[in-house]
């Protein structure tokens, strides 16, 4: 669990992403404008191509991380089911594998 903008998400750790992927239904609850304030493009899926919209997220909260800026895609589709966070947000901090847990910190400036 995590938050957007204020609003909390759930969030799937997906390494294999380059970018925190939203479904249109979270990105209109969360209140992104993304047809207007993103520029289309399209995006390579385990199902194909799709049509995206590229944004820039304010903040994008995990635990006590925040990170301000973060490209996102949006697609205008149902899919994906959860939001997938990326490595938009995730190259920025620190990951650590403690057998199955992953643990994320920031490093320090």
Do not use: C
């Amino acid at each position: 669990a995590g938050s957007i903008n204020g609003f909390q998400v759930d969030f799937l750790v997906d390494t294999g992403a380059t970018f925190i992927s939203l479904n249109r239904p979270t990105a209109r609850r969360i209140g992104l404008n993304y047809k207007m304030d993103g520029t289309q493009s399209n995006s390579t899926t385990a199902t194909g191509v799709v049509p995206v919209w590229l944004v820039k997220l304010d903040r994008v909260r995990i635990g006590d991380i925040e990170l301000r800026d973060v490209p996102a895609s949006i697609h205008d589709a149902d899919f994906p089911d959860v939001t997938l966070l990326g490595n938009s947000f995730l190259q920025r901090l620190h990951l650590e594998r403690q057998g199955g847990l992953l643990r994320l910190t920031k490093p320090e400036p």
